[in-house]
């Protein structure tokens, strides 16, 4: 039989071990801020993608009006392939030929069905920061 003590006991311990794995699986999903390129990298209307170093991740960076940069998830939503980038504010994935909104990542044409995801987006210098 298992006294009061020991329940209690094993009670803390099993507290403690799922404390554990929250705390990981959310320090897993922590947003970090990468340095993706430099303002003058990007024209006015246009659109490229990099991936941050130290990460898998491919981030789309436009500058669709002076002065605004605008950030996102690169992937394509249709089947997750690196769009091209931007000309004339218009995202262009060369795959199937969907096409997103350079200021607000909406979809507006092609086979995709969602728009892109959008990053927090912060301008230090003249470094192109962004949050994912
Ligand atoms: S993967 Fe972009 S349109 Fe199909």
Redesign the pocket.
Known sequence: MLSRRGLLSGLATGLAAIGLSTLGASAAHAAKTYTVCKTTDIKIGSGKVFRPSGSSTYVLITQPRKGVWKAFNAN?T??N?P?AGAVNNVVV?N????RFNAETGARTA???RRALTAYKVAISGTSVKVTF
């Open positions: 394509c249709h089947e392939v769009v994935c795959q199937h030929g969907a092609g086979p995709a």
